[in-house]
C-alpha cells in the first residue's frame, strides 16, 4: 500500500506547538495550496490541509515558520477520530508531515525591501573580490553577467565531450 503526499503551499494560522506529557515536541498548522487551474469565473481556488509534525521538526517550524510562509511537506495522509464535549464521534483527516521544507528565506515576506537571503546580500554588494594585487582585478567577475552570452567566439567542443 502507499500512503505519500507532497504539498506545497502557505500556512494559513501560526503554527501551534505543544509538548507530549512524555516531553515529545507537536505542532499543528494549516496549509492552503493553490489548485492547478481557474474556475468557471477565472479564479484559482485553493485546498486547504490540517499538518501535524514532531520532534525537532516541530520545535523548527513553530521558530520559522509563520502564517503567510511557503513551506513543501512530504508525509501521509492519516485519519482518527475522538468523542467531543456533547459526546458527537468526531472524524479528523490530516497531513502527517515527516519532512518540511522551508522554501523562502525567513526576512521574506517581511516587506523591508532589502535582499531576501545571504547570497543576494553578497552579491548585491558590488564587485567583491578576494585575493591580492593583480590577481584580484584578473580574477574578478561581475555576477550579474551572463556567462553563457554569445561573445561572437566559436565554441569549441569536442565529440567525446558530448553526452550522446
Same mark, same amino acid.
Given at each position: 500500500m502507499? %500512503?505519500?503526499?507532497?504539498?506545497?503551499?502557505?500556512?494559513t /494560522?501560526?503554527?501551534?506547538l505543544?509538548y507530549?506529557p =512524555?516531553?515529545?515536541?507537536?505542532a499543528n498548522?494549516?496549509?492552503?495550496v493553490?489548485?492547478?487551474?481557474? %474556475?468557471?469565473?477565472?479564479?484559482?481556488?485553493?485546498?486547504?490541509f490540517n499538518c501535524?509534525v514532531?520532534r525537532?521538526?516541530?520545535? =523548527?517550524?513553530? &521558530?520559522y515558520l509563520?502564517?503567510?510562509?511557503l513551506?513543501?511537506i512530504?508525509g501521509?495522509i492519516q485519519s /482518527?477520530?475522538?468523542? =467531543?464535549q456533547?459526546?458527537r464521534?468526531v =472524524?479528523?483527516v490530516?497531513?502527517?508531515a515527516? $519532512?518540511v521544507q522551508?522554501?523562502?528565506?525567513?526576512n521574506?515576506?517581511s516587506g523591508?525591501?532589502?535582499? /531576501?537571503n545571504?547570497?543576494?546580500? *553578497?552579491?548585491?554588494?558590488g &564587485?567583491r %573580490?578576494?585575493g591580492?594585487?593583480?590577481?584580484?582585478n584578473r580574477?574578478?567577475t &561581475?555576477? &550579474?553577467e551572463?556567462p *553563457?552570452?554569445?561573445?561572437g567566439?566559436p565554441?569549441?567542443i $569536442?565529440?567525446?565531450?558530448l553526452p550522446?
Amino acid at each position: 500500500m502507499i %500512503n505519500r503526499v507532497v504539498l506545497v503551499g502557505r500556512l494559513t /494560522r501560526d503554527p501551534e506547538l505543544r509538548y507530549t506529557p =512524555n516531553g515529545v515536541a507537536v505542532a499543528n498548522f494549516g496549509i492552503a495550496v493553490n489548485r492547478p487551474f481557474t %474556475n468557471q469565473q477565472g479564479e484559482r481556488e485553493a485546498d486547504f490541509f490540517n499538518c501535524v509534525v514532531w520532534r525537532k521538526q516541530a520545535e =523548527n517550524v513553530a &521558530n520559522y515558520l509563520k502564517k503567510g510562509s511557503l513551506a513543501g511537506i512530504d508525509g501521509r495522509i492519516q485519519s /482518527r477520530s475522538y468523542e =467531543n464535549q456533547e459526546g458527537r464521534r468526531v =472524524n479528523v483527516v490530516e497531513v502527517q508531515a515527516e $519532512s518540511v521544507q522551508f522554501l523562502e528565506p525567513r526576512n521574506a515576506s517581511s516587506g523591508s525591501g532589502g535582499p /531576501r537571503n545571504d547570497y543576494e546580500s *553578497f552579491a548585491g554588494g558590488g &564587485n567583491r %573580490n578576494f585575493g591580492s594585487g593583480q590577481d584580484q582585478n584578473r580574477n574578478s567577475t &561581475n555576477l &550579474n553577467e551572463d556567462p *553563457f552570452s554569445d561573445d561572437g567566439q566559436p565554441v569549441d567542443i $569536442s565529440d567525446d565531450d558530448l553526452p550522446f
